[in-house]
């Protein structure tokens, strides 16, 4: 049974920091190339971040710069730190794991960033 749980979301002031973790069972991690999505109220989920298994990553404009996607494969987690963070990060945010054909999502996270 494959499951993404992810933490550590939260309230944060504009300006703040927070670090998401997901961790990841029942599939082989280190071939899946692993996302961070996030979704506010009234809009589409957008990719916010991506990293493959051979560690390239790419960003949303908006997160250019102030977010960083990680990974370490021997703990099956994947991290998203997050500074400066602004009021219109707010969104729950979601991990994600893609293998042609297969894709996995967590349940996701409540960031809320307050002015």
């Known amino acids: 049974q494959v499951q993404l749980v992810e933490s550590g979301g939260g309230l944060v002031q504009a300006g703040g920091s927070l670090r998401l973790s997901c961790a990841a069972s029942g599939i082989f991690f280190s071939i899946h190339t692993m996302g961070w999505y996030r979704q506010a109220p009234g809009k589409q989920r957008e990719l916010v971040a991506a990293?493959?298994?051979?560690?390239?990553?790419n960003y949303a404009d908006s997160v250019k710069g102030r977010f960083t996607i990680s990974r370490d494969n021997a703990k099956k987690t994947v991290y998203l730190q997050m500074n400066a963070l602004k009021p219109e990060d707010t969104a729950v945010y979601y991990c994600?794991?893609?293998?042609?054909?297969?894709?996995?999502w967590g349940q996701g996270t409540q960031v809320t960033v307050s002015s």
């Open positions: 990293i493959t298994s051979l560690g390239s990553t």
């Open positions: 994600n794991a893609i293998r042609d054909p297969y894709d996995y």
